[in-house]
């Protein structure tokens, strides 16, 4: 098993910075990549970036590229979501996966099997 812990949510304003921080423990040798979702309420979840370490790939949904950046301490089993300029509409509640049988797609919800508790972002106008 696996556990995943977010961190690093808050409140900011429009044009700001947050960093997410996802502690993953338990048996993470088996994780091969990790991505971050999130949900605003009435929304679906939706993938927001994800890498692969091992093969040196990231991925970014269209919305957030050139403002979001994935990287991957694997020292401390911790992956990180920095996030620059951030606009009202990225307000959510962002949650951390993970996963050990990759199928190519990187948003898709059934990639990851597991998944932490979520932490809260919102941008204010």
């Known amino acids: 098993q696996v556990q995943l812990v977010e961190s690093g949510g808050g409140s900011v304003q429009a044009g700001g910075s947050l960093r997410l921080s996802c502690a993953a423990s338990?048996?993470?040798?088996?994780?091969?990549?990790m991505g971050w979702f999130r949900q605003a309420p009435g929304k679906e979840r939706g993938g927001v970036a994800a890498?692969?370490?091992?093969?040196?790939?990231?991925y970014y949904a269209d919305s957030v590229k050139g403002r979001f950046s994935i990287s991957q301490d694997n020292a401390k089993n911790t992956v990180y979501l920095q996030m620059n300029s951030l606009k009202p509409e990225d307000t959510a509640m962002y949650y951390c996966?993970?996963?050990?049988?990759?199928?190519?797609?990187?948003?898709?919800?059934?990639?990851?099997?597991?998944w932490g508790q979520g932490t809260q972002v919102t941008v204010s106008s």
């Open positions: 996966a993970a996963g050990n049988t990759w199928g190519g797609m990187a948003f898709s919800r059934a990639e990851y099997k597991y």
């Open positions: 338990g048996y993470t040798n088996s994780i091969i990549y």
């Open positions: 890498i692969r370490p091992i093969v040196g790939m990231t």
